[in-house]
């Protein structure tokens, strides 16, 4: 075997190692992920065949324009994708939850490319309306977003990840 020099002086590098070594362990972990990859999908499908959970469309969220019932946060569509988006009663517009704040951010532009696939897309939170409008304005929101304050389940909990809904008709289901 070849000689191998020591690692470098800078923390957390990794050692160095001669193209075989380094092949053998790529192709290990490479085996790894794709077996990762697989439950992941797995998991994709399991998540699919979820039954749905109706939930009455006529429960109020608040808006911009005040008080609106969900089943209007489909805009004549069958679909809705939403981000439940924590809240830190209180603080500042800055001291919001971080990890929301990035994904609202990256998702603001979402709704125009949702709907031109059939798709509406709306921001709920638990925050009261008087906090949520300000901290809209602070981040140049444009997206529709609604308070869900002292909503029950199931379109009142579960803040921080991505959620969607059918509508048939005038009924409204959890997906």
């Not at 939850?97 to 609202?104: H, Q, R, V, W």
């Not at 939170?125 to 949520?132: H, I, L, Q, R, S």
């Not at 929101?141 to 579960?158: F, H, K, M, N, Q």
Request: with cysteine.
């Amino acid at each position: 075997m070849t000689e191998v020099p020591a690692p470098t002086s800078l923390a957390g590098r990794p050692t160095v190692a001669d193209w075989d070594t380094w092949q053998a362990a790529r192709d290990e972990l490479l085996a790894r992920e794709k077996a990762h990859t697989r439950e992941g999908d797995a998991i994709a499908a399991a998540r699919r065949r979820l039954p749905m959970v109706e939930l009455d469309g006529t429960v109020e969220v608040t808006g911009a324009a005040g008080p609106v019932p969900f089943i209007d946060l489909f805009q004549g569509r069958d679909e809705l994708v939403v981000y439940q988006h924590m809240w830190h009663d209180g603080d500042p517009v800055e001291g919001q939850c971080p990890g929301c704040t990035i994904n609202a951010w990256h998702i603001q532009q979402s709704a125009p490319y949702l709907a031109a696939r059939g798709v509406s897309f709306a921001m709920l939170t638990e925050g009261p309306w008087a906090e949520v409008a300000p901290y809209l304005e602070f981040m140049g929101c444009t997206e529709p977003w609604y308070s869900v304050r002292d909503l029950a389940a199931p379109i009142g909990v579960d803040m921080g990840h991505i959620v969607c809904f059918l509508r048939d008709g005038d009924r409204v289901f959890l997906t």
